[in-house]
């Protein structure tokens, strides 16, 4: 059951995905405060650094292919509208950067996914009920939208996932997907606050432990088992996606009940972070469920035998000394 709830999580497993031709990968996820976020120019020095590390480890890219993937992301509002209509509409904004569409693989209704490698900045990607509110069909490609005075090109629009957690977590309110570039000259305040990696994890929380390296999180002592550490910055959050669903992890979950929910770091989760949160109660109550439910049958199981031995003890005592008394 447990693993039928991380199963249906919307980022679909990229570490495995990336890691299809056999290189064990890990997802690791940053978190800024919402005043505290970083620049793009921070994560190009990211990459390099973790470039680096792996061409100190002697794995290093052939013939063009990353051995590892990154996405950054920032979030806020906008009010659009359609062309032929001027009355505005009020839409979440996700401002995004590297391979954010590989990580978070939305159902592409129409038309294609946007990337920073574009060379058109001014492509948005739509979910569907944007697209119904703009224009009443989801067959909007190609379309326009505007944000105050300036068009953006609908480059396609997506479908959100549809677990339980998912739809909870990702709220009502419309949504369109931007460059971060472009979210900037709206926004000029805009700094990204959610870094996310998909990189060789050769030993147990490899990725873990050298984004945190990278982030200067911590220096010459590698945190081997948390889930969850914080860096120098306490504000900033530094999760391990892949472990998340482990009894260890879980059971981290049961053991901190309440404090989570008690957020002073001024940290604003995205909608997939919330669902990660809520799969993670649901089966954390799993396993305490679990491990009730195997306590008492182990406390029965004790009582029952030992009600047994009582019971049938002068029976057996009497067998083996009859046994005893043939072959004496």
């Not at 505290?36 to 973790?50: F, N, S």
């Not at 990696?197 to 390296?213: C, F, G, Q, R, S």
């Not at 120098?232 to 996606?241: A, F, G, L, S």
């Not at 406390?299 to 043939?326: A, D, H, N, Q």
Request: proline share 3%; with cysteine.
């Amino acid at each position: 059951m447990r693993d039928k709830l991380a199963d249906s999580l919307s980022t679909e497993y990229p570490e495995l995905r990336w890691s299809a031709d056999g290189t064990s990968c890990g997802y690791v996820a940053a978190y800024y405060p919402v005043n505290e976020g970083v620049t793009q120019a921070d994560v190009h020095g990211y990459r390099e650094t973790l470039k680096k590390i792996l061409t100190e480890s002697s794995i290093e890219e052939k013939d063009n292919a990353r051995v590892f993937l990154d996405s950054y992301s920032t979030f806020g509002t906008a009010n659009i509208s359609g062309t032929r209509n001027t009355s505005t509409t009020t839409v979440n904004v996700t401002a995004i950067g590297g391979d954010y569409f590989f990580i978070h693989p939305d159902e592409l209704l129409t038309g294609g996914y946007i990337s920073e490698n574009d060379l058109m900045p001014d492509r948005v990607v739509i979910d569907e009920q944007t697209a119904w509110s703009l224009y009443g069909s989801t067959d909007v490609t190609g379309k326009y939208l505007m944000i105050g005075t300036e068009p953006y090109y609908i480059a396609g629009v997506i479908r959100p996932h549809d677990s339980e957690a998912s739809v909870k977590t990702y709220g009502n309110r419309s949504r369109i997907y931007m460059l971060f570039d472009a979210y900037k000259k709206i926004n000029e305040t805009a700094a990204i606050t959610c870094y996310e990696i998909v990189y060789p994890d050769m030993i147990t929380n490899y990725a873990y432990n050298k984004l945190n390296e990278t982030l200067g999180v911590m220096n010459d002592n590698p945190v081997l088992e948390e889930e969850e550490s914080t860096a120098d910055n306490p504000n900033i959050h530094v999760i391990n996606m892949s472990t998340r669903f482990k009894v260890s992890s879980l059971w981290k979950v049961i053991t901190s009940y309440g404090e989570r929910s008690s957020q002073t770091d001024g940290i604003i989760y995205p909608n997939w972070e919330n669902e990660y949160r809520r799969t993670e109660d649901f089966a954390a109550v799993i396993l305490l469920t679990e491990f009730i439910a195997w306590t008492v049958v182990f406390i029965l199981s004790v009582i029952g035998g030992f009600t047994c031995y009582k019971r049938y003890k002068p029976m057996v005592t009497e067998k083996i000394k009859k046994l005893k008394s043939i072959f004496d």
